[in-house]
């Protein structure tokens, strides 16, 4: 635990002036990032006596070891700024939202010379405009299949589409008219993109106009006696009409807006997000996060609009923003908000009429969302804090551990010998710190020997880590130079575990202590997990831990290693279904991948092909005598010492496979 008063500036050191700054352990990694409109008065109010500060921001100034700061000369400039460091460097004291779900989008990319109607989810591409998002994808199906009885659409993907160009025949759709087919030129791609743009205007809320002219034509096809042509158009007015009926008109006078509701508690917040458009619901979403900083309602809306608008340009930023309760610097956030959308952008409290009573609705969701999180999350929560308090007892540690990284070897039959690691915080997976070894000390089939090269490997680079940031080698007062490179994102391997846990029992433990030892590394801890009766062993120990079945501990343990299990062999089998699929014809110089399909197409397999003399190969089309001496010596060197065997069900696999 650090004393704030060890890194806090000097006096006049800090400007009076907006800014966004930075806290950051003693690992260099960032830990929050905050915005001020003066940073002088902000950053002072961190450095107070620890006693006076809110038990959140206590924590966090104790866990800095250093702060930093950028100017900047607006605060609409400071809040993209902290917006950008805290998606770039995810500081775990900052409120982040976190989507409970990925939802699902209407999307018509207008992008493509046959636009094309589909349901998405994931990043937003330029050019392609979306709808949404959505509770349920089958919502936007049964939408769309109503309304391209109208607005006859491009649905299929880009593989059906070229495959029904090249056959001169549309799809199924196409035949039924819920397509115009552009893929045979039924209509042209002018006309395409109109009936495109048409959908994309209906969706976004502009029905009137195409009800209006559906209706005249009808009575026009009516008053001329085309009755089948009337009621074509009479079915596709009631598609239209049953489609909007899909989401009620809850605002008048066609209202574009967002509606923003919080609900909260004194350690966790829910936000509900509706998207009207057009006066009509045309989405919703919703986030829970952690308040791991002291901050308000106010403050917590100021997030939300980050998160929600932080990436978006153009009208998927609505003209106006309806929240319960309005960000510190509200000018500075509007403009922001407006300069995402072009133009001018409204945020307010609604105070009275439809909009308060929607927003009353949101709230309801938002505060059922809390209620149905926490009933979800209580009982994993206290599940994995008592599996972690379990592990810790009973080996014998001074704390939980927080971080545990586990190892494991895999390969087959001692080739393509492969290790992963995988990392678990909190009792949860973190897979972004996942990592994959290929074994390079040696070769051949040791699994002790693979353990040790692999944990020596894994933790010199975290010496190396630490060496580089100067936590250690510096004496008498000095202070390491600053890294001009040092940009505070995580490094790999930079971060110690509490706990090192390998995939076996007494060798696989004896080689990762002997490891560890060897760096002088001494406070972390070291067990192995043992298949066979899942017994836990320590360095050292003649005899096993034993965890009852029913321990929580013992099933974080066992999750542990299965992830590492599965990891490993994921990479291996990857490893090695590369290898299997190289050819000897690689190796043939000048030897391209379409006469190398000639000759497997001839000869049906390489086996074949290996048998045949120099002159059976020349009458394959392409292939000169020179090529085919360079064939005949290259599957000669490459020719087999014995038959492969499947070691699953004991079959001699003969090479008869098609790939060159």
Same mark, same amino acid.
């Given at each position: 635990m650090a004393d704030p008063s060890s890194y806090r500036p000097k006096p006049g050191q800090i400007p009076d002036s907006p800014g966004v700054y930075k806290f950051r352990d003693e690992h260099r990694r960032v830990i929050y990032v905050g915005k001020a409109k003066s940073l002088r008065q902000r950053l002072?109010?961190?450095?107070?006596?620890?006693?006076?500060? @809110? +038990?959140?921001?206590?924590? /966090?100034?104790?866990?800095?070891?250093?702060?930093?700061?950028?100017? !900047?000369?607006? $605060?609409?400039?400071?809040?993209?700024? #902290?917006?950008?460091?805290?998606?770039?460097?995810?500081?775990r004291f900052n409120v982040k939202y976190r989507d409970d779900k990925s939802y699902p989008y209407l999307a018509v990319t207008l992008d493509e010379e046959f636009p094309r109607v589909q349901v998405t989810r994931g990043h937003k591409k330029k050019g392609v405009r979306y709808f949404g998002p959505y509770a349920h994808a089958w919502a936007i199906r049964e939408t769309v299949d109503l309304m391209l009885r109208v607005f006859p659409v491009r649905t299929c993907s880009a593989g059906v589409f070229r495959n029904a160009a090249s056959a001169g025949r549309p799809c199924?759709?196409?035949?039924?008219?819920? &397509?115009?087919?552009? &893929?045979?030129?039924?209509?042209?791609?002018?006309? @395409?993109?109109?009936?495109?743009?048409?959908?994309?205007?209906?969706?976004?809320?502009?029905? =009137?106009?195409?009800?209006?002219r559906l209706e005249k034509q009808m009575t026009i096809a009516a008053e001329d006696m085309e009755y089948e042509k009337a009621a074509r158009l009479r079915d596709d007015i009631g598609a239209l009409r049953r489609a909007m009926e899909k989401s009620a008109v809850v605002l008048g006078d066609a209202t574009d807006a967002d509606l923003i509701a919080l609900a909260e508690d004194e350690l966790e917040?829910?936000?509900?997000?509706? @998207?009207?458009?057009?006066?009509?619901?045309?989405?919703?979403?919703?986030?829970?996060?952690?308040?791991? $900083?002291?901050v308000d309602t106010a403050g917590l809306v100021e997030h939300a609009l980050q998160q929600l608008y932080g990436e978006e340009t153009g009208e998927t930023v609505p003209k106006e923003v309806l929240v319960p309760a309005l960000p510190e610097d509200t000018g500075a956030v509007t403009a922001w908000l407006s300069g995402r959308r072009g133009s001018n952008v409204s945020l307010r409290i609604p105070q009275r009429g439809d909009k308060k009573d929607l927003m009353e609705t949101v709230a309801r969701n938002a505060q059922q969302a809390?209620?149905?999180?926490?009933?979800?999350?209580?009982?994993?929560?206290?599940?994995?804090?008592?599996?972690?308090?379990?592990?810790?007892?009973?080996? *014998?540690?001074?704390?939980? +551990?927080?971080?545990?990284? &586990?190892f494991d070897i895999s390969h087959l039959q001692g080739e393509d010998v492969v290790a992963s690691m995988v990392v678990f915080e909190d009792g949860l997976p973190r897979k972004s710190e996942y990592r994959r070894f290929q074994i390079k000390g040696f070769e051949g089939q040791d699994d002790v020997r693979s353990m040790h090269e692999v944990i020596g490997r894994r933790f010199k680079r975290?010496?190396?880590?630490? *060496?580089?940031?100067?936590?250690? =080698?510096?004496?008498?007062?000095?202070?390491?130079?600053?890294? +001009?490179?040092?940009?505070?994102?995580?490094?790999?391997?930079?971060?110690? +575990? %509490?706990?090192?846990?390998?995939?076996?029992?007494?060798? %696989?433990?004896?080689?990762?202590?002997?490891?560890?030892?060897?760096?002088?590394?001494?406070?972390?801890?070291?067990?192995?997990?043992?298949?066979?009766l899942e017994e836990v062993w320590l360095p050292g120990e003649d005899d096993p831990v034993v965890l009852p079945r029913s321990s929580e501990g013992l099933y974080l343990l066992q999750r542990v290693r299965d992830t590492a299990h599965d990891f490993a062999i994921r990479y291996q089998r990857s490893k090695r279904t590369k290898r299997i699929r190289t050819s000897p014809l690689d190796a043939v110089a000048g030897l391209g991948?379409?006469?190398? %399909?000639?000759?497997?197409?001839?000869?049906?397999?390489?086996?074949?092909?290996? %048998?045949?003399?120099?002159?059976?190969? &020349?009458?394959?089309?392409? /292939?000169?005598?020179?090529?085919? #001496?360079? !064939?005949?010596?290259?599957?000669?060197?490459?020719?087999?010492?014995a038959p492969a065997v499947n070691t699953a069900t004991g079959e001699i696999m003969e090479d008869g496979g098609g790939t060159a």
């Open positions: 002072a109010n961190y450095f107070q006596p620890l006693t006076s500060l @809110h +038990p959140r921001t206590a924590t /966090m100034v104790t866990t800095a070891a250093s702060v930093e700061w950028t100017v !900047v000369s607006t $605060e609409v400039e400071a809040l993209q700024l #902290e917006y950008t460091w805290i998606k770039e460097f995810d500081p199924l759709l196409g035949y039924i008219g819920k &397509c115009s087919a552009p &893929c045979v030129g039924r209509v042209s791609p002018e006309e @395409h993109r109109e009936l495109a743009e048409e959908f994309s205007d209906f969706m976004a809320g502009r029905t =009137g106009t195409y009800l209006r917040a829910a936000v509900q997000i509706f @998207h009207v458009r057009g006066g009509r619901v045309r989405g919703q979403r919703g986030w829970v996060t952690d308040k791991v $900083e002291a809390l209620v149905l999180h926490k009933t979800k999350r209580a009982s994993d929560l206290t599940t994995r804090s008592r599996a972690l308090e379990e592990i810790a007892e009973a080996l *014998d540690l001074d704390s939980a +551990p927080l971080r545990i990284e &586990c975290y010496l190396a880590e630490k *060496d580089r940031t100067g936590e250690w =080698g510096a004496t008498d007062g000095e202070v390491p130079a600053e890294d +001009p490179q040092d940009d505070g994102r995580p490094k790999r391997f930079a971060y110690p +575990p %509490q706990l090192v846990v390998v995939d076996g029992g007494q060798p %696989q433990v004896a080689a990762a202590r002997r490891a560890l030892d060897e760096l002088g590394i001494d406070d972390i801890a070291v067990c192995g997990l043992a298949k066979r991948e379409t006469r190398k %399909q000639a000759l497997i197409k001839h000869f049906g397999s390489v086996k074949r092909l290996r %048998q045949a003399t120099i002159e059976q190969i &020349c009458e394959v089309p392409g /292939m000169g005598r020179k090529t085919a #001496e360079a !064939v005949v010596v290259a599957l000669a060197a490459a020719a087999p010492a």
